[in-house]
Structures are given as C-alpha cells and as structure tokens.
C-alpha cells in the first residue's frame, strides 16, 4: 500500500476548512471578520488555533487492500483528513474541535474507469462502503464515511485524475468530460475551442462535474439553465453492478430517463466517470444594472414579472434589506436587485431596457447613466462594478469569512429552498419568524435572518436564507456544535412545513435527509432502494445518503458522538 500518490497531485487542500492550504485572509478581511463576530458577544481569545495533522490521533485502518490495488491508495493523515468531512458548519467546528470520529480506513485515487470498477469489485466482496469523492465541497454530510458497523471498512475513491476533456463536438456544441474534472479544469479545456460549460457555482474551484451531477448542482444562470441538468447530454456510470452508459440525444421520449435516475443520486448507485456536456459558446455581450426597491414586496413583484417575462435574465439575484446590508450593497433600507444579460450572438440593448421598464412598474430605482455605460462597446466591465461586483466579491470569498467565524464561536450557516409565487410571501415571513424563534430559544438572543434569491423560474423562486448566532462565549466549540444542530433540524422542520423544498441546490446528503424523507413519497423511496439494490447489491455505496441501504440501517449522521 503507497503513503504517498506517485503522480503529481492537485494543489494542496485546506484540510480543516474552505479553500487551498496556501489561500488565507487577507489581514483587511480577517480584521473585517472578528469585528463582527466580537458584535455577537465574541471574544478573540476563544479562537481555536488552526489544526495540524499531528494533533489527530486518528483509528488505525481496519483494512487492507489486495495487492492489484495497493498502487491508488493511500493511509496518509493528510489524505485520511481531507476525505474525512465536507465543509459544513458542522465539518469545519469539529476539525477545530480535532474530533474526526470516521476517516476513511483508504483513499483511492483511480487512474482509470478500469480502476473505479478494480475498487468496487473489491469493495463488493469484502464489504467496504466506497464514499465517491470529487472536490470535497460538500456542506450536506454527502462525502463522510459515518456509515455505521456494518461494514468492515470505508474507502473514499478520490477521482483527481480523471479530470480531461476526452472529445469535443463542435458541431452539436458538446464535450465529453471526465467527472473528476474540477470547474477552472474543465473550463480551460474548453477555452481554445471557444466554447464553455458556463456553470458557476459558488463552489466553482473546489468542486468536480461528477459531483456536480451527483448533487444536482445549481449555477451561474438564475433563470433558464439553472441546474447541471440542463446541461447533460448523457452520462457514463460504473457501479457494482456493470457500468451504464446513456444515449447521446438532444431529447427523448423514449420512457423514463436513465440520466435523470443518476442526475442527483448523490453517489448511491455508482460513480459517475464522464458524461457528454452540452456547451455554449463564450458570451461577449453583457448587460446589467443594480436596482432599489423600497420594499421586500415591490421588489418580488417586479422579480416575478421578469421571471414570467421570457427575458430570461443570466443573473437576477434579490438581496432583501438585511441581506443587502451584510453583502456590503446597501445601507438596509432598500431591497437591491442585481440584473443582468449576456449573449455570444447579440446586444442586449433591448432585453435589459425592457427588463427596466418591467422594474420601473415596481417603484424600481437605478442609475441610468452606468446602464448605458455598460451598454458601449468599450463597456469598461460596468457588469463587474458597482453593487454586482460588490456582492460577487463577497460571495467567492464567504466560504474563507465563515471558516474563521467558527472559530471565533460564532455560528453562521444558511439554507434554500424553492416554492411557488403564491405562497412566497407566507414562506418568507414563515421562515424568518420561525428561524429566529428557534434561534431565540436555542442560543438565548435575537438574530437577524436574511435572504436572497438565488435562481427565479416562471412559477416561483429560490429563496436563500442566511443567518447568523452566538454559539459559545466560553471556548467550547462543542456548544456551538450542538446549537448548529438544532437550528438544523429546525430550519429542515420549518421550511418543508411551509410547503418548500428542503433543498434546492445544496443535495440532501444525511443533513437534510429528515426533510427529504418528509416531503419525497414513501412509494418513491421504495422504487429507489430497488434501484439501489439492482445496481449495487452488496449496498456498498455511500450508505446513509439518500436512503439506507435494504436491510442496513445507518442512522443520522454522528455530529456529537
């Protein structure tokens, strides 16, 4: 069995938190970051110290693997750490916490499709759970191996190296891609070819295609294209079982979709490898514009007219007033909607002054003059300054604010959810009146819950809650852990009581599994534990995600011990 991989690795990873070993606050923003968490009651002295891998005692590995396949593992801290926890709130406080309670006893790096099946053959056999393992980014629970005593081991298949643009279809616009193949990867693949994927998550650096299929991931496009759905042709799938590989189409209606069976299957019924990717040509035009309304109410309207409208905004995210005031784009007495439109084909002169006009009908206010900046040739990137730019910002580099806000024992988190434009209104104030009540009774202090849209279709939008709460003023990160907890059972509660969805791009993983299980029908779960169990016998894969495997039952996922 290898310590160490023979070929080169990827960048090192942060394994405790959010980002690159090498990738730190800048003292502004660290600066920026205690100040606020010191607002909450938070003293700097409670921070934990970042952790090293010395400090983990971890379990010895319980198994061993055959020699055909001892050249892909690896039993190194570092790589047992890193596969061990995505990067939830509840990941990052027990890595402060050096409290690792399920590594993996392995972690495989395959080489190769014939690798991937080596491993669940094995894995088969000798009743390992295999947990599939792209970039790590997981804020569900969807990559640990907490997955109970019923297995004499867990691997974590890493799939680093199958991260190539294998063939390009010019003609159909379309690419077969590896699914280890990291967001900026697959993107620089594509560049010479003058053709993008154009799905940008927030986690874009640190997360791979198959794991964005696996999740069904949400992107860039906040109408339209807003799920990796969207833009899968078709998908190859190795799984104990044999591998499955689907047709090439455009559509079809040729019964139910295989693809949509593995789209969002979260790993339970095989891994992905590659899949055929519909594409797009690289934009070169773009518009924008940064609009105020006086109320939460004005502006959902006019979001909902723009929704119906068929203009089909690239970007048209909703900051209501609070949300406007953390991102750093408003003062809180105005909602701030950021607008925008980009095409490979054509101006947008027209699309973004209708939008205006629909807006202007709402009492929407914006500058003029930068919108038609924005429209010259020269456009000197309005689309980039200004409130759009300023919220970006904050949106890439939140993930790094967070981490150190956990140390700091403060508890900041958020959730999403989708529902109908009828009952948007009873779901906004559902959820900030029952998230704060929660947060009232569990952490003894009010908390200011706010929102944004993140996509918006024709007949609702996804509303994006954030919030956050004093978890411990004594140092005790398990305080703040425990409080996490309940606040996420609540938050799960309140939103499918509501008639949401528990999730709408973040996967369901074991954190949000209560909800799924609440709002999906039994009969449903039953057809995919026989899907399961046609594809993966043994029960082998990612038990515990989704649903549990026939006749091994894994429980809630271990957050406290």
């Not at 998908?235 to 593995?262: F, H, K, N, Q, W």
């Not at 339970?268 to 006086?294: C, E, K, N, T, Y």
């Not at 956050?468 to 309940?486: C, H, V």
């Not at 209560?514 to 039994?522: I, K, L, T, V």
Request: one cysteine or more; a negative charge.
């Amino acid at each position: 069995m290898a310590e160490t991989a023979t070929l080169s690795r990827r960048r090192t990873l942060r394994f405790y938190g959010w980002g690159y070993a090498d990738d730190a606050l800048s003292p502004e923003e660290e600066a920026r970051v205690r100040s606020v968490a010191i607002r909450f009651g938070s003293q700097a002295p409670v921070e934990t110290t970042a952790p090293r891998e010395s400090d983990f005692d971890l379990r010895a590995p319980r198994i061993t693997a055959p020699s055909d396949l001892a050249s892909m593992m690896s039993v190194t801290p570092y790589d047992r750490l890193t596969h061990s926890l995505g990067k939830s709130f509840a990941d990052i406080a027990r890595m402060f916490m050096r409290d690792v309670r399920h590594p993996p006893d392995l972690v495989a790096f395959p080489k190769s499709e014939q690798d991937v099946a080596a491993v669940l053959d094995w894995a088969s056999r000798a009743n390992v759970a295999v947990i599939p393992f792209g970039g790590g980014s997981s804020v569900a629970g969807g990559v640990e191996p907490d997955v109970g005593d019923g297995y004499a081991g867990a691997v974590s298949v890493d799939l680093q190296y199958l991260h190539k643009v294998l063939e390009v279809d010019k003609t159909s616009r379309a690419a077969r891609i590896q699914a280890g193949a990291l967001g900026p990867e697959l993107e620089d693949q594509l560049k010479p070819h003058g053709l993008t994927l154009r799905h940008f998550p927030q986690s874009l650096q640190h997360s791979t295609l198959g794991g964005w299929i696996a999740t069904r991931s949400g992107g860039h496009y906040a109408s339209l294209y807003t799920h990796i759905d969207d833009f899968v042709e078709s998908t190859r799938t190795v799984t104990p079982a044999g591998v499955m590989e689907t047709r090439r189409l455009p559509g079809s209606g040729a019964g139910p979709s295989p693809d949509r069976l593995i789209i969002g299957s979260e790993g339970i019924l095989g891994v992905i490898v590659d899949a055929w990717m519909r594409l797009q040509d690289r934009p070169v035009h773009q518009a924008s514009a940064s609009i105020a309304f006086p109320t939460m109410a004005t502006a959902t309207s006019a979001v909902r007219a723009l929704s119906q409208s068929g203009l089909f905004p690239s970007n048209c995210r909703l900051l209501d007033p609070a949300e406007a005031r953390n991102n750093g784009v408003g003062d809180g007495a105005a909602a701030i909607l950021v607008l925008g439109f980009e095409s490979a084909d054509h101006p947008l002169d027209a699309w973004i002054r209708r939008a205006l006009e629909l807006v202007a009908d709402h009492h929407g206010m914006y500058d003029a003059e930068a919108v038609a900046r924005a429209l010259e040739p020269s456009g000197g990137g309005e689309h980039r300054k200004g409130a759009a730019g300023q919220w970006r910002n904050a949106f890439i580099r939140m993930p790094y604010y967070r981490d150190l806000m956990v140390a700091l024992g403060v508890i900041t988190d958020t959730f999403e959810t989708s529902i109908t434009w009828d009952r948007f209104e009873t779901l906004y104030e559902g959820v900030r009146e029952g998230t704060s009540k929660a947060i009232r009774e569990i952490c003894g202090h009010d908390a200011i819950v706010s929102c944004r849209f993140t996509h918006i279709y024709p007949d609702g939008p996804a509303p994006y809650f954030s919030y956050s709460a004093l978890g411990t003023a004594t140092g005790k990160l398990s305080d703040s852990l425990a409080k996490w907890r309940d606040i996420k059972q609540a938050t799960n509660e309140i939103v499918v009581d509501l008639g949401g969805t528990v999730t709408h791009h973040h996967s369901v993983g074991r954190d949000h599994r209560s909800g799924y299980e609440r709002q999906s029908p039994p009969l449903f779960r039953t057809a995919l534990a026989a899907a399961k169990t046609s594809l993966d016998p043994q029960g082998i894969l990612n038990p515990g995600v989704l649903i549990d495997p026939a006749g091994r039952p894994i429980g809630a996922r271990d957050v406290l011990g």
